[in-house]
């Protein structure tokens, strides 16, 4: 994925050059067509994986056209939490529209002298960045025209929530015309944040960006090929016979199939209980009340429904079946080795599962160790075409995670998140405490 394929303005584009931009982070790469698109998103990704870009380029891209309304007010407001995260986000407009020379932005911040914002507010503008509670103060004052607002954006939404600016954002928010395209980001996506956003948000695409690898150090991964459907069920059954294993989440393709799964694994006399989204509330939370009590020992569930999962005693993850997108299988593995506990991640591939496979060692940029169970072994021809049939290690197409070491993917030589040195290159924030 290059910058070039998400259609960008060639001016946009050489300001991603000049700052050293080689490709967009994977929060980028996700969320800039939706944006582009016209969608409203919901945003969360750990701390340092480039979310700014992801409203700032869109924006830009809107106002190399003009405006289809006459007036001189902001197109875009983008509102922060505080004073300092009003002003990076103004350094990061002025480097990202560089090259625009007619992009003119402006910033309006509590704590700073009145009357410079307020003729601020009184010549012409495009971007406008800033903290709630002053710009209530100008609004009130009727001195911001938002008849020309397009574009919305909450940065930082958890931030102001916990510092109590709901109000004021949804009075914003109010103020602005109801056709405007918005755009929530926040460390979470739940509680106080999903109301807000059902509030404010028209048909959001949701986009989650779990850390990845390199937050998973503490979880050993290993990959079973299997001819079919009822040879996963074979592995599966023996596989959950392990004593190692206190709890599993099995995670499958479907809602039926966890169903199915669960039942068979019941009748095979499994402690099994299945968790999906055609559950209603309160038949989630007794299931997961099980699996805390360690009544239900194997969990059978589906991506969405598993979201969130926070059981520390779960010590293995099996993907029964591979998902379809590449992240999830880091936010499934990501179910087990909570609080730095060990845990063991095993995926089964069918042969019809070759290419999801192909996506998830190229999204994590690591080959999951083979592994056979003797008296199971697959086909050979259920082996994607590996030669042989022991457990085989791909090294030379993984990556060696110790040549990343201190650098990026995505080039600049820039360090992201608070990983303390150690493998930056996947956009890992410890501090949030997940994984
Ligand atoms: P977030 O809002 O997710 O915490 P920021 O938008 O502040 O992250 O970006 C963090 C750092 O990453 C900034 O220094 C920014 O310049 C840099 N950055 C953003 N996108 C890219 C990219 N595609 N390639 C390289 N560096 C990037
Ligand atoms: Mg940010």
């Known amino acids: 994925m290059s910058f070039e394929?998400?259609?960008?303005?060639?001016?946009?584009?050489?300001?991603?050059?000049?700052?050293g931009y080689t490709e967009p982070t994977p929060v980028q790469a996700r969320a800039i067509p939706e944006a582009i698109a016209g969608h409203d998103l919901m945003v969360s990704a750990p701390t340092g994986t480039g979310k700014t870009a992801v409203f700032v380029l869109p924006a830009l891209q809107r106002l190399a056209q003009p405006s289809a309304k006459p007036g001189r007010g902001p197109r875009m407001l983008v509102l922060t939490p505080t004073r300092e995260l009003a002003l990076q986000v103004t350094t990061a407009v002025e480097k990202y529209s560089k090259f625009m020379p007619r992009v003119r932005t402006g910033t309006v911040l509590g704590g700073m002298p009145y009357p410079k914002q307020r003729r601020l507010l009184e010549s012409p503008l495009d971007i406008l960045v800033a903290t709630p509670g002053r710009l209530i103060d100008f609004i009130d004052q009727g001195k911001v025209d938002f008849s020309r607002l397009e574009l919305l954006v909450l940065d930082e939404a958890d931030r102001m929530l916990d510092m109590g600016?709901?109000?004021?954002?949804?009075?914003?928010?109010?103020a602005t015309p109801a056709a405007r395209q918005t755009m929530l980001f926040s460390a979470t996506l739940d509680g106080g944040i999903a109301t807000l956003a059902k509030r404010l948000l028209k048909q959001p695409k949701l986009i989650e960006v779990?850390?990845?690898?390199?937050?998973?150090?503490?979880?050993?991964?290993?990959?079973?090929?299997?001819?079919?459907g009822s040879h996963k069920h074979r592995l599966l059954d023996h596989l959950l016979r392990d004593v190692e294993i206190d709890q599993a989440i099995v995670f499958t393709a479907t809602k039926r199939g966890a169903d199915r799964l669960a039942g068979k694994l019941s009748d095979n006399g499994h402690a099994a209980a299945a968790l999906h989204g055609n559950m209603n509330q309160s038949q989630r939370n007794r299931t997961l009340a099980k699996v805390r009590s360690g009544d239900v020992r194997v969990l059978v569930a589906t991506d969405v429904a598993a979201r969130g999962i926070d059981v520390l005693s779960i010590t293995h993850v099996i993907n029964y079946d591979l998902p379809k997108v590449a992240e999830d299988y880091v936010h499934r593995i990501g179910r087990t080795g909570r609080a730095g506990a060990s845990?063991?991640?095993?995926?089964?591939?069918?042969?019809?599962?070759?290419?999801?496979?192909?996506?998830?060692?190229?999204?994590?940029?690591?080959?999951?160790?083979?592994?056979?169970?003797?008296?199971?072994?697959?086909?050979?021809?259920?082996?994607?075409?590996?030669?042989g049939g022991e457990r085989k290690r791909y090294g030379e197409q993984g990556k060696p995670r110790s040549s990343n070491n201190g650098n990026t993917r995505w080039g600049g030589g820039k360090s992201y998140g608070g990983n303390g040195?150690?493998?930056s290159r996947d956009f890992g924030d410890r501090s949030r405490g997940r994984g």
């Open 210 to 228: 779990e850390a990845t690898q390199a937050n998973h150090d503490n979880i050993e991964q290993r990959l079973h090929y299997v001819d079919d």
């Open 421 to 423: 040195g150690r493998q």
């Open 343 to 387: 845990g063991i991640a095993i995926s089964f591939a069918a042969p019809d599962e070759a290419h999801q496979l192909k996506q998830i060692e190229r999204y994590t940029g690591q080959q999951i160790d083979r592994h056979v169970v003797a008296g199971m072994e697959p086909k050979p021809q259920s082996r994607h075409g590996a030669p």
């Open 165 to 174: 600016f709901i109000k004021p954002v949804e009075r914003i928010a109010g």
């Open 5 to 19: 394929s998400l259609n960008l303005d060639p001016a946009i584009l050489q300001a991603l050059t000049a700052s």
